[in-house]
């Protein structure tokens, strides 16, 4: 069964500071889809990225980045010189191509709190 | 353009009614999924429209909950007989494609609280 694990609940950084959101994955698939959403005060879930199982290519969108890893099942976010806009609850969430099955599977999400 | 719009925002209920969620997905866009997220959690995925069809409905918990989305564009959740467990945030999502590829568009949830 697919299952996404966020082991950091809660991330506290002073702004400008890089901070690193890591995202661990299990799936039997061999075609998959990673995806990263931000959730802000206000409650909406934002897309931020997608990423799929055959490229493993980092990649790097202003101020953000992602590390995709297919050896250690990780798809890891980092914001660099972060800002106070950029305290939200982050979701790592996974899809498989396999099944029919079409449904996201989230992890447990990391708050991060930026303070000024 | 618009975005997917949920109502109520907000619906508290006492324990045993009934309540109807309504989502409006984004104009065109053939999936739709519901998600339920509770405090603290991850949404959890409830249940799944390709079109006017369910193709999936086995993220629902109980035979309380009922989803339906008869002429392929808004839907609504219904939980029967609620129970304090049922006090969560209703998502929903639509997506312009039926692929897994493609990302899901949310919106801003009912907040659904049991009393």
């Known amino acids: 069964a697919q299952k996404v694990t966020q082991a950091q609940t809660e991330i506290s950084v002073v702004e400008k500071e890089d901070v690193t959101l890591d995202c661990v994955y299990e799936t039997r698939d061999t075609t998959y889809y990673l995806f990263w959403y931000k959730q802000p005060p206000s409650g909406e879930l934002v897309f931020l990225i997608r990423r799929n199982s055959f490229d493993e290519q980092n990649e790097i969108s202003g101020r953000y980045s992602w590390n995709f890893q297919k050896s250690t099942s990780s798809f890891n976010f980092t914001i660099t010189a972060s800002q106070v806009v950029d305290s939200a609850v982050y979701f790592c969430?996974?899809?498989?191509?396999?099944?029919?099955?079409?449904?996201?599977?989230f992890g447990s999400g990391t708050r991060l709190q930026v303070q000024p | 353009g618009a975005g997917v719009s949920q109502s109520p925002r907000y619906k508290v209920a006492k324990r045993g009614q009934d309540v109807a969620l309504r989502c409006d997905p984004i104009?065109?866009?053939?999936?739709l999924f519901w998600y339920q997220q509770a405090l603290g959690q991850g949404p959890e995925f409830l249940t799944y429209f390709q079109n006017e069809a369910q193709l999936d409905k086995s993220g629902l918990p109980s035979d309380r909950f009922f989803a339906e989305r008869p002429e392929g564009s808004v839907s609504t959740l219904k939980i029967q007989r609620t129970q304090q467990e049922d006090s969560a945030v209703y998502l929903c999502?639509?997506?312009?494609?039926?692929?897994?590829?493609?990302?899901?568009?949310f919106g801003p949830g009912t907040r659904l609280t049991v009393t």
């Open positions: 969430a996974l899809s498989e191509a396999g099944r029919g099955r079409r449904a996201l599977t």
């Open positions: 104009s065109g866009h053939v999936s």
């Open positions: 999502a639509s997506s312009p494609q039926q692929g897994p590829s493609y990302e899901q568009y």
